[in-house]
């Protein structure tokens, strides 16, 4: 089993240190949330389940990608992930352009978490269409697809449309991993058939198995999947989680940010990290 580390848990002046000591301490990845801007009117802020989506305008927001090509600078093995990138909320061109630049200067170590969103705020600011993020997002995985393989890529799409041009350079894994966020019947047919792999919301064993039957993942080919899994209880649980096919948990073993460090150090040692 892997283990990643939510940095979006922890108060951003935190980030640097706690990255650092999932580096050392063996965590297999740290990741960043996002969202673009955040509207004074949270009117349209309708979190999936109907809960308090937990959000205040005055609250400050960072490039995740960016943010990461800090962090990779101040690591050394850590993988560099979003959970998750907009990736739709820009043209292809800016966001491959930032996932590639990230697997550059970190050595191979970017993993491009994406999803469609939920809050319509954002898409409104930037006058994307809301309705047609899933869409949006599906053919902005297939461009930036061709743009870190092809030696020269033209695109004509129902969304997207640029001349023939050279995208360099391309990332350093010869296949940058895309897993794709969400739970709606959309996300879990692109997970399934446009990622590499599937990333959720928080959950415990036993709300996983529903969406893991939903999920389906394919038999055919390389699939990861992974799991925010806050409640994680012992070692003794993590069996039940491999069984069930997932291969990454991202952990948070701390309630309070100045302990993130001293509790991820007593969870690798118990863990066996």
């Not at 970190?106 to 006058?127: F, I, K, L, N, P």
């Amino acid at each position: 089993m892997r283990y990643g580390v939510p940095l979006g848990l922890i108060h951003p002046a935190a980030w640097k240190d706690v990255a650092q000591a999932a580096d050392e301490l063996g965590f297999e990845s740290v990741w960043l949330p996002e969202h673009l801007v955040f509207t004074t009117d949270l009117t349209t802020a309708a979190y999936p389940g109907g809960a308090d989506p937990g959000i205040r305008p005055e609250t400050p927001l960072f490039d995740a990608p960016a943010y990461l090509c800090f962090l990779a600078a101040c690591t050394t093995r850590v993988r560099l992930g979003t959970a998750v990138h907009l990736f739709a909320l820009r043209h292809p061109l800016v966001s491959a352009r930032a996932f590639a630049t990230l697997d550059v200067v970190s050595g191979g170590r970017a993993v491009c978490g994406v999803g469609a969103g939920w809050y319509r705020g954002e898409w409104d600011a930037a006058q994307v269409p809301f309705a047609e993020r899933g869409a949006r997002l599906d053919e902005a995985i297939t461009v930036a697809r061709r743009l870190w393989s092809e030696p020269v890529v033209r695109h004509e799409g129902r969304f997207y449309r640029f001349p023939e041009l050279a995208f360099n350079p391309k990332p350093v894994q010869t296949r940058l991993p895309v897993l794709c966020g969400g739970e709606s019947p959309a996300a879990l047919r692109r997970a399934r058939t446009l990622g590499d792999g599937w990333i959720s919301m928080p959950h415990t064993l036993e709300s996983i198995r529903p969406q893991l039957k939903r999920l389906d993942p394919p038999a055919d080919r390389e699939f990861s999947v992974t799991v925010h899994a806050y409640g994680l209880a012992s070692p003794a649980e993590v069996p039940a989680w491999a069984g069930l096919g997932v291969d990454r948990l991202i952990v948070r073993p701390w309630t309070r940010t100045r302990e993130a460090v001293a509790r991820l150090t007593a969870f690798a040692a118990e863990y066996g990290l």
